[in-house]
Structure formats: structure tokens, C-alpha cells
């Protein structure tokens, strides 16, 4: 069972701050990872991917990806209310799953004012 | 089209009806994914579709559950003897090949409600 950990949340932090969302997966081949964001009622949207060890940046946020550990970030800077969200990580696992992407359950986000 | 498009957006029906939601993915994209979404909870993997490869049903909960795609392009799932734990949002999801790299894009999902 090819599995994607995050911390449910919900995660606080004060407007400007750094938030920092953490994911985990179990399968070590996994070659692409995904951060959406899914307000309240909407569907995921597509934030940042990453397929290489290290940092990948764009805007204010920050991606990173350490796969000796199978362990993948997303740090968002001078957050703003409007990130109130939950943040899902998402895995591409290799071999006989590789079609499927695995979601995690998300992250809760709120930055408060 | 310019995006993934479902239909209906929303659905209430009776406990024991038949349902069919429709998925059009983006052109050109020859995988389709649908996920269920239950309230507060996370992305629940359906059924995956690849080109013309016999579609991954793993996710599929049960024998009430069926989905196809005709010509490669629109998806319909359906749910036959709807029971009230079915209530969820359906988000559909396409994308190229499904080689690394590529990544999945959501439509806005079709609610249903089952009373």
C-alpha cells in the first residue's frame, strides 16, 4: 500500500509568517511530487511540483524534496489570509501504481490577520 | 476545452436511485482519474483511465460503482442504488501520458447528495 502522510492541522500562523507544511511517503521509488491547495468548496489546485532533490522555488513559495529521507516540504513565506487553505501533498509512485497519484489527507492551513 | 469540465455540479437524489456524473477532460489529454471527496476528508482514488488500456478500477468500493470512457475523451461514473454514504463530491482529474512529470488537473466536481 503505497501511502502519503501530512499532519491534519490545522496549522496556525500570524500573517508575514513562514508557514512550513510537511509530508511523508512510503515509496521509496517515487519520482514526482505535487503540492495543491483546495479552498473550502473548490477543487485542488496545482501549486508547485518537484522531482529533483533540493530546494525549487517560485514566488513565495518554496519546495522541498529530500528522497534519502522520502520527505517533502512546502514553505510558504509572508503568508497572507488569503493561503488559508488545505494544502495537499501528492505523490507519483513507481511501478505498478505509477498511474496513480497518491493524495495525502491535507494539511489546514489558517494565517491569521 | 480549456479546462476539465464535470456535470452536474451538484446532485441530490433519493436512497436507492441510479446516478451518472460526466467528466470532459482538458483535449488532448489522454488520462483520466476520478477521486472522491468525502466532507473534511481527503482525495479517495476511483478509477484511472490511460488511452486505450483496460482502466485501474482498484479504488472502486464497490460493485454499485462503474465508470467508462467512450472514444477516449468524456467519463461517466456511475452509481447505481445510491446509498447515503455515497454522499461526496466526484472530482474528475486528467493529464498528458502518464509519465513523471506530468501533473493533474481537477475539474470543479459534481456534489451529490444522497437523501
Known amino acids: 500500500q503505497k501511502e502519503v502522510e501530512q499532519n491534519s492541522g490545522p496549522l496556525s500562523v500570524p500573517e508575514g509568517a513562514i508557514a512550513s507544511l510537511n509530508c511523508t511517503y512510503s515509496d521509496r521509488g517515487s519520482q514526482s511530487f505535487f503540492w495543491y491547495r483546495q479552498y473550502s468548496g473548490k477543487s485542488p489546485e496545482l501549486i508547485m511540483s518537484?522531482?529533483?532533490?533540493g530546494d525549487k522555488e517560485d514566488g513565495r513559495f518554496t519546495a522541498q524534496l529530500n528522497k534519502a529521507s522520502q520527505y517533502v516540504s512546502l514553505l510558504i513565506r509572508d503568508s497572507q489570509p488569503s493561503d488559508s487553505a488545505t494544502y495537499l501533498c501528492a505523490v507519483k509512485p513507481a511501478g505498478n501504481y505509477g498511474q496513480n497519484f497518491v493524495f495525502g489527507p491535507g494539511t489546514r492551513l489558517s494565517v491569521l490577520p | 476545452g480549456a479546462g476539465v469540465s464535470q456535470s452536474p455540479s451538484n446532485k441530490v437524489t433519493e436512497k436507492g436511485k441510479d446516478v451518472e456524473l460526466r467528466c470532459d477532460p482538458i483535449?488532448?489529454?489522454?488520462?483520466l482519474y476520478w477521486y472522491r471527496q468525502s466532507l473534511g476528508q481527503g482525495l479517495e482514488f476511483l478509477i484511472y483511465f490511460q488511452g486505450n488500456s483496460a482502466p485501474d478500477k482498484s479504488g472502486l468500493p464497490s460493485d454499485r460503482f462503474s465508470a467508462e470512457r467512450t472514444g477516449g475523451s468524456v467519463s461517466t461514473l456511475t452509481i447505481q442504488r445510491t446509498q447515503q454514504e455515497d454522499s461526496a463530491v466526484y472530482l474528475c482529474?486528467?493529464?498528458?501520458?502518464?509519465?513523471?512529470?506530468?501533473?493533474?488537473?481537477f475539474g470543479e466536481g459534481s456534489w451529490l447528495t444522497v437523501v
Open positions: 518537484i522531482y529533483s532533490n
Open positions: 483535449s488532448g489529454h489522454t488520462a
Open positions: 482529474a486528467s493529464s498528458l501520458a502518464p509519465v513523471s512529470g506530468n501533473t493533474i488537473y
